[in-house]
Structures are given as C-alpha cells and as structure tokens.
C-alpha cells in the first residue's frame, strides 16, 4: 500500500530540518516534497550534511502530497498554506499563523491584519494533551509554540483543578536555535556563549498562546500571567519555571502536600506517552533530540507558593516532534509512530 | 612606606584564586601569604598558571598579615577565623559564617551550632551598597553570596522605597564556577554542558541571607521571598530575574512609570561606582571578568509587576571582588582602588 | 521467536549508558541485564532519566545472557570476561583489554600483564570497515577505542593503497564525554568549557592500537606514526586530522589529483553503511548521536602532502554504536539494525 | 604633561573594541578618537555596555590624533591609511596589508594589488619576540595575524637553532571570535556550539606570513610548511601544534634531551615579558584576556619529532594587546604598559 506523501514548506530553517530529519525516519509515511526558497535546486543532504541518504531535491513549490507541513515564517505562512486548506489537504503549520482564536491578536502581537479570520476557528491548537480528539478530526492544525509548550504543560494540571490563584509568573530558559537559523548579532556565538539575557520583556509574542490556552482551562476568572523568555548559552533545550500562589486548603500541610500535588500531576499526565512526571527538577539534557517532556511540581512552603518546572527539546516537542505528533493524530496513526527515539545524553 | 600586608586562607578554591588574581595586581597591598591544604608546599603560580608571576608559596599555615580573607568553607571559615579575630586583624570572610544575625538560622540551614554567635552582631554584612559607612569602620565583614549579591542589588530600590508589595519571586539563572572547584557530577562537563536546571527548590543556603538584607529595608511587614537557583552552562556570571506587583498609584503609567521606576534606581545608585543601571535587559557577559554589576528595571503592564534583572559575574561582584572592596574600604582607601578592570567581552 | 538476550556489564559509566541507549531501541535483541557497582540495586531510568521506560534494575552481576558487552575499566575488564568466555558467550568489550595481539603492550602501555594472552589472537578487533569477515564468526571482539576508530579509518585508503610515506601525524579533537563519567579537574565544566588543550604527549594508550591496524594495512615498512590528542569544549564528537607524505606519482597534479584521491576513498568505502565520503572537511556536529564517519581527504600542493580528516561521535561510532555493528555481525544480523539513526542537528 | 593622543579606525569590531577596551584603561595614552561606519553617532559604551565610562562617541573619520590603529578589513585599510602614513602619524595596522614583503602575494592571497608596494618594505613586522628593535624606531607597523602569532612564537626558537628540518605541520585550533563580528552561518551560535572542523584547507591567508617569517630564521632552504586552522567552540583561544622532524643529533637521547629543547626554549625567551615557557601542555584558557603567550615543546621519541605548542588569546596577544605592545615600543614606553593585567580563569 502506498504510504502517505507529507511535505514540507520552507525545509531550510531549524523546524524545517528538523521535521525532515524526522519524517524520512517515519515508517510509515513518505517524505516526498520539501521546498526553499534560497536553496531550492540543492539536494537537501547536500544542504544538510547530518541527513545523509535523505534523497529529496529541495524545490521552489510544493511537490503533490496529501499532508504539508509549513515551516515558514508568521505572515507568509498563511498566505503559502491558504490555497492548500483550499484544495483540502491536511495541515500542520508550524508558524503562528492558526494558533490565536482571537483575529483582534494578530495585529497587536504580529503586526499584520489575518488574511483568514474565519479559519481561526476552524483550526485546532495542536497540543495533543489538551485537544487529542479535536486534533484527530482536524484538517488545519497550528502547531504550538516552544515556549508555550513548555509552559501549558507545567501549569495545566495546577490550573485545570483550580490548585492556584489566577496569577502566574513564567520564567523561561531557551537555547539559541529557538531564535532560527537567520542570523543575527544575538545569536551570533561570541555574542551568545557565556551570556545568559532576558529579553522581550515588553511582550513575547507567545504570550497570547498561553494565555488563551490556560485561560480555557481555568474559565472562573482571567488569567494574570507574567511571561519573561531567557536566552542561555545552549543548543537545544527549553527549561520553565512557573510560579503561582497555591489556593489554601487544596493540598495537605508539608511533604504530604508535595505528594498529593505529584499524585495530581501524574494522574493528570497518566496516559500521555510523551509526559514524564519526574521526582525531581528536570534536566533540558535529559530530553535531547527526543519528544518528551519531563515536568516536576513542588510547593514552596514558606510562601505557599506552587512551583511546576517543565523541561523540553525547543525544536522537538517544541516543533518538530509534535507537528508529527499531530500528524500522527489526523491520520490516524499510533501517536508515538516515528517518534520513539529516547534522548541523547550526554 | 610598607603596603599593607594581607593573606588568603584556602586560595585553591575558585574564590580564593580570584582573591589572589586581583590582589597580586593591587597597587596598594602587597598579597603576602596564602594557605590551601592539600596544595600546600606548592607554588602559587605553578599551580595555577594563569597568575604566573605572582610568586609566592602555598603554606599549610597563614603568615603574619594586616588583612585576612578566609576562603575555606562555611563552618570550617569560624573556626579558622576565631583567632584571628582576637588578633586583631581585619577579616574578610567570604563564607557564610557571619551573614547571618540570628544564630538560630545556622542549624537551620547549615546544620551546625555557631560557635561565636556573639560575633554575628558586630560582623557587618558587606555589601556596600547598603552598608558602606559601618564597613569603613568594621574589623570584621561577612562578605555576601553571590546570588544575594545580585537578587538584593535588584531590588533594594524598590523594596526600599515601598514600590512593590511583600511578595516576591527571585529566579536566579549561574554559571557552573558558583559550584566551586570541588568535584561533582553536576558540575561534571559532560552532565553540566548542554543543560540548564533548577535546584536547591526545598530552600537555598542564599535565601536568609536575602531576606535578612531586604526585610531590613522593608521594616513595615514580613517579606514573602520565593528564591529558586538555576544552573546554566557558562562557566561565570549570575542572572537574577526578580518579580513582585507593584503597590498602584506609586509610579504612573505606561511609559511614563518605566522612566520613573528607571529614574528611581538611578538615583539610588547614582554614586556607586560598581553599579550600572542600564536601559535594556542585561547580559552577564557584559560584567565578566570585572566588579561590575548591570540593573535593569521595569513594569508589566498586563500584570502591575515590577520586574527587576542584575547581571554580575559570580567570581568577582559576587565573591572576590566585592571582598576587596570591602578591604579598600576597610583600609581607608579608595573604594575601586585594583577593581577598575572593565570587562572582558566579548 | 525469542529475541537474543544481551547484557551489559557496567552500564554506568558513558559507554554503557549509551550501549543501553542503543540496545533499549534495537528491534532484534533484548536487553536483559545490565550491572552496576555502586549503582546496583536501583532502577536504570531513575539513574539515567533520558532512558525513560527502560524498565530493567541495576544488578551486581549479570544475568543469564547470550551476547555480553563490556563496559568495564581496561585490566578489570578481562577479568570480569574470562569466565564468560569459557562459558561460550558471544562478548564484545569495549575496553582495551583484547584489542592488541602482543601481549608485551600490556605491561608497557596499560601496566597490567595480561591474563590471557592466548585470547589475544582470538580475539577480533572490532572495526568492520576492515574486518567484517572475522567479526562474523568471531565470539570475541574487542571494539575500538574512539581516536583509532577515527584515525584509521581516515587513513587507511591511503595507506593500503601505498598513497604515502610510512610518516604520520595523527591530530585528533574530541569532546570531553570521552573521558568518561568518573570525576576529574581534567573534566570540571568549569576548567573544560572554553579551553583547548593537548594531553598525553609522551603516548597516548591508543597509540598501539592505531598502529597494529594501519602497519597491518602496510606489511612493507614500518609507520612513523605522531599521534596527539586534544580535549575541545564539547561534549560529543572527535576531528582527526591526519598528514604525511603523498608518494610522488601516484596522484595526478592539480585539482585532477584531489578527485582521483577522493575516488579512491569513495571505492574504498563503497559499500560501507556508516562510512560517508564527503567532499568538504567534516564537522563533528553532522555525527551527532549517529554510527556514521564523515571523511574527506585532500591534498596540500605546496608541500606534497595529504590531508585526511574523519568526524565520529566518540560515544556512537567511537564506542556503543560501533559494538552494536559488531554484534549485529556477529549474530548474522543486517549489520545496521538499531543504528540507522541519523545524527541531530544542529 | 598631556598625553599621547591615540585614535581606533573600525571601532566596531572585535579587534576594534578590544583594541578600545585596553587603551581605555592604558595609563600613559589617551584615546581620543574611534570610528565606526554603521555605528557613527553612537555612544562607545552604549554600543559595548561592557566599556561602561568610556565616554566617546563613534565618529565617521578619525580626529586629530598622535597615534592610529587600524581595525579595517584587509584592503580597506591601506586605503585609509596612504594619507595618515603621509602625515606622519605612527601606524598600528591590525589588517593583513602590510605584513607581506612580496606585493606579488597580495593578488594572490587577498585578491587586490596593493596600492602602495613601496610601504612593504619600510613597514615593520610586528611580532616584537623577533623585530623589537626595528619596530622602536618604526613609523609603520603591520601587527602579525592571530594564527601567525601563535604558530611562530611556537617554532622560532626552534628554526632558528637549527634543531628541526624544513618540513613543519601547524595545526591550530581557534575559538570563534577570530571569525569577527560580522554574522555568517560558520559563527550562527547553534552551527559553531558542539562543534570541530578543520577550513581553509586550501590555503589560508595567514600562511604566506608564517612562510614568510619563519624562513627569515631559516635562511639555508626553503621551509615546507602545511597549516591547517580549525574552528572549536569556544569564544576566545588559539591553541598551535606544530610538529617537525628534529635533526638527528642536536639534543640529547631520552628526557634530557627535552630538558635542553625546554632550555633552549626557555633561553630564547628569557628576557620576553609576554612569553611563558610552561612545563607542561598549555590551556587556552590560562591566557584568557591575557596579552601572554604560553609555550611548550617536547619531543616524540618514537619518531623523532618535535611537538611545539602554543596557547594565546586570539584577541589580546593575537591582536589588540600585541598592538598596544608595539605601540609602546614605538612610543619610547615600557613595553607592558597597560598590559599587565593577568588572565582571568576560570
């Protein structure tokens, strides 16, 4: 039987390759289309060396599939994908283009006025933890953010069961390839290596992602969330830690409270294949290359404060990973098909 | 005239190598001895071979000296000290020994039984921000932690002027040399390289220490502090990421209460010549290698946070550094004397 | 039919946590047991987190196995494997103990006296691009160790073809995992990260071995062979750059020249699943967490020289990956079940 | 008395800003003036927040200075400097357009026909360990690239005994800020992290300079010389391995005979404030934001080679701090001046 042909716009850049690098190891779909824009004509092990055996000509237009995934940047991505949803085939957008319910967002915190408001309904948020069924039947899936992964994941659990108070500090630690492969003097390595800089502290444009997805979780009262992104001198890797007061009286006193807090967040996570509730803070390392996602939670007694800390590969489960996972999903697939690989450590 | 004799217990740690490095470049005391353990018998320079030059012997026991810094670790540092002190000699002493005014905290957080708690009120705590005038006059100053280096220079401004309400979160992102020069798997290449991590969640040895010095600018009621480490792989440099909401009707809003805040701490750090408020988020490699640190301040608006950063490298404003402006001070002397190095960067 | 049960003996140290890595994903065989010395007793993916759902406890010995690695300490090694040996076990050991065929190395490169020196010429030495045939009926084979696996297989085209003068300059980079997981000053983040250096200057262990496999390539005279490590801040990876002195007239002049050497390598490794020619200089990171070799070799006109530099993950192809390949062959298996994985980056 | 006014061309580089960061804190020198071309208008410590009090602005063209430095890139440079040579300012040129004595090589290496053949030979070759002398009294001085710094510094003594025949390898290994500061995908943070590999093999810039000046020690024939540069992850550092064949009788058999080769070596430099011949290996990083030079030599007995190693700053002694050395020289100073400061390590 012929497998499933998937393509992906716009292979050039870090998500891109990355989704490349997993899909030609997917057993059972077919990788036959990738495009760029600059490299177009090169053959993509050339481009990228790592993919050795890849096969594929990197084209200036989408070869004939029936799943495409885009890889290009917010803005152009939707414009590319518009005649694709158009002609039917299933999608998973990696760009922000389809993540925000709200078309009123897109101008604030991307600058452009949305070329298709109505499918912003239509399209699911794909973070499989949250949406599996709606993801299952979806044509358009918007592939969450990095950041907002990690961060819906450690707080989900905490805020779906009303746990704390509408009031949530994210601080997040990114590696350098969340910034892409484009290059500037942030990411250049003299600049970034042994440096550690919040920035965006104006407004990260994954604040609206996270926003919208807790506050669906916690529909009482809106959400104050503080979001400040980091940048540290890694590769890969994306540790959160968030901080929200602990609503009295839901968990016991002391270490028994840390335990039903654990209890809560295993059982809520309980079938997820990808969600390793862990006993002590995670590691970025401990999830290299993989699509995991080990999260631990813990109470600051002192301040009655909960504190839940997620750790992930940015372009893993914080891209890749999961627009595969989501894939996955819509073509009915077990969840973790070609995804199974463990992390590299060290 | 005869420079000023000073010596360094325990030089092989990383703090103590930092010590020597700056004061064998001192223009106004002469290093005169240092001590180590197992390293004793060994040449200075031999040993660590970036301080070529500096020409001295190792020594089991500490010589005859004007000044000394106690480098050795916390419990061992007192008991070292003790005579010293009754000698007469001025200390510095860069452990933990007398941070803290209430003897009751050092079972609680470092499981021993002080043995001179009579001492803890006539150490001063040196940061000299906030303690300059009693430091000139002190024999003996416990010289800060690293991380309440950074997380009380952060925020003294605004906890001080009654800006935020008592509820604050320090999320602190180090370099792996804060770990000391002691072997561990966490600070092993492998393990630490690649990875970023929180730890100490349970409650950091630093955190009576910040509260003592913020709590004692904030007399009006009891401070809730939530400080939760983070280890990132460089090897230098602490960035502290602060968080409490803002007291409404303090600062106006909009733009025109950033400036204000910014406006603030730089009046309260208009003469310090270590600190520089700076108008966008800091890096810490801006500080490397120098007795510097970076503030930067400013306001959430969706939130009415204060959001608080400093950027200091660990080993010099957070350790040696620091030591020796507290020396210079102690001494009578200019305060930047042998710390007007700019940093190294990049 | 049941799968072939394998074993690991030491599974703490790097080599045997990737060995386990590798096993826990291969579909063919089943990891039975893995052994620990101070580990034992606890589960494996408590004691290396990235091994998620591993399920099998550290034991002190091995169970019941039909093929057995060993990532023991050279000397303890052996043995450890004696006993196993005679029990008719299919062993692959990773450590020295059986790589060299004299017995008089021992003493002089590893200062122990060999305990079997019958074994040695039993023994296989493990790199398949030069001995597929006798690794496929061997029961013993001893697995290379990273700089040799690196450095013959960069050279050895040009020296079976008799491309160059028996004089050698080995330069070799590698990442710091491949000092092991025991502690060290050598390996402390903060003394490795931003640091070049050379160790081992008056012979490096792997010396011997590098020199069996490329003299047997070259049975007229004797090499000359330098080889010099270094230790770059990385965690995975070793560049080897390898010189000596092209044979005048067997390469035409020019640009013609650099093809036909490149040809020559390309046939030599025709049929080589993890041997990729390539035709710019590798880089290290293009092998990450793969069994694959980038070489490439090329001519220094002015001087006459080659130049012939590989790239490997010294933990995959360098260690674990290569000892799979080996048991793959020597289980009549395809030999790169559970190693098609292609390397992650960046 | 009013100081030496001194002036930066191209500021905003890394030479530049080093250049900038030294003469800042330089006690005997003013720095008055600093160009830039994008960064014209800016405030220095702005634009470098690390050279926090430098108070000056970055100008269009060079004011009224004593002194010049030229940070340019190559060609550029001896554009901008005909009319100040003309002036009489003394010269510093960091660019590579006046360390060549053969105009026939700049077409060749560098691609231009230099503008001003006749300057080659009244400009001096800044390496003052070789031409102090002649650079005291010299108007123009070409300061040596960082590879040749360290690659010359490593053999000269060496070559200039006699002690090795003419056929020498040098394989250096930098940290990424050699590359500059502008952006290219070779210094893209998540391409250079994690990774070795070797470039240039068909010739790097800096080889005819190292030719040049290594044969001026060697005058019977003429040297066989490969270099090979690689790029490793780090910020600064070059680390040099030369290696060469030893004439058969100079030294002595055995471990005496690397004590007279250490001897001799240590003899050569003996009065050279910036040269430290070390007793084993050199760090990188025992140079870090140093002007020294380390230096090892050693001899592989198995083969009878020599095994010269270097370590230095590719920023201070491979760039900006040798500048600043020769500007003391040709200013009358003491040769440190300004250029005491120790490394800082870790």
Redesign the interface.
């Known amino acids: 039987m012929a497998k499933t042909r998937v393509g992906i716009i716009n292979v050039t850049g870090?998500a891109g390759?990355e989704l490349a690098?997993i899909l030609?190891?997917h057993p059972k779909v077919q990788l036959t289309s990738v495009t760029g824009r600059s490299a177009a004509g090169q053959v993509l092990d050339d481009f990228?060396?790592?993919?050795?055996?890849a096969g594929l000509n990197i084209e200036a237009r989408l070869g004939e599939v029936d799943v495409a995934f885009s890889a290009m940047p917010h803005k152009e991505s939707a414009r590319e994908l518009l005649p694709l949803i158009e002609d039917g085939l299933k999608i998973i957008d990696i760009s922000a283009d389809f993540r925000l319910k709200d078309p009123e967002e897109y101008p604030q915190w991307y600058g452009f006025t949305h070329p298709a408001p109505n499918l912003l309904t239509k399209a699911v948020y794909g973070l499989p933890e949250l949406h599996r069924d709606v993801i299952k039947k979806a044509h358009l899936v918007a592939n969450p953010g990095c950041y907002p992964t990690g961060a819906i994941l450690a707080l989900a659990p905490a805020v779906k069961e009303g746990l704390i108070d509408p009031?949530i500090?994210i601080?997040s630690?990114s590696?350098?390839?969340g910034a892409g492969?484009s290059?500037?003097?942030t990411?250049?390595?003299?600049?970034?290596?042994?440096?550690?800089?919040?920035?965006a502290?104006?407004?990260h444009r994954h604040m609206p992602e996270i926003a919208q997805e807790l506050q669906m979780l916690y529909p009482g009262a809106p959400l104050?969330?503080?979001f400040?992104p980091?940048l540290?001198?890694?590769?890969?890797?994306i540790?959160t830690?968030a901080?929200a007061p602990l609503v009295k009286g839901k968990l016991a006193d002391g270490e028994k409270g840390e335990e039903e807090l654990l209890e809560l967040y295993r059982d809520f996570y309980n079938d997820e294949p990808f969600v390793?509730v862990?006993t002590s803070?995670?590691?970025?390392?401990?999830?290299?290359?993989?699509n995991?996602c080990?999260i631990y939670a813990?109470i600051?007694h002192?301040?009655g404060?909960l504190?839940a800390?997620s750790?992930i590969d940015n372009l893993v489960k914080g891209a890749a990973g999961q627009a595969v996972q989501n894939m996955n999903l819509m073509l009915g697939m077990p969840e973790t098909t070609g995804l199974?690989?463990?992390?590299?450590?060290?």
Chains 1, 2, 3, 4 share one sequence.
């Open positions: 870090y390759v690098r030609c190891q990228f060396p790592h993919l050795k055996g009031d500090i601080d630690k590696g350098v390839s492969r290059l500037s003097l990411t250049h390595y003299a600049e970034a290596n042994e440096d550690t800089t919040a920035y502290l104006s407004g104050a969330i503080t400040i980091h540290t001198p890694m590769t890969r890797g540790l830690t901080y390793n862990v803070p995670p590691h970025t390392k401990h999830t290299w290359g993989s995991y080990h813990t600051d002192r301040t404060r504190i800390i750790a199974e690989s463990l992390a590299i450590c060290p």
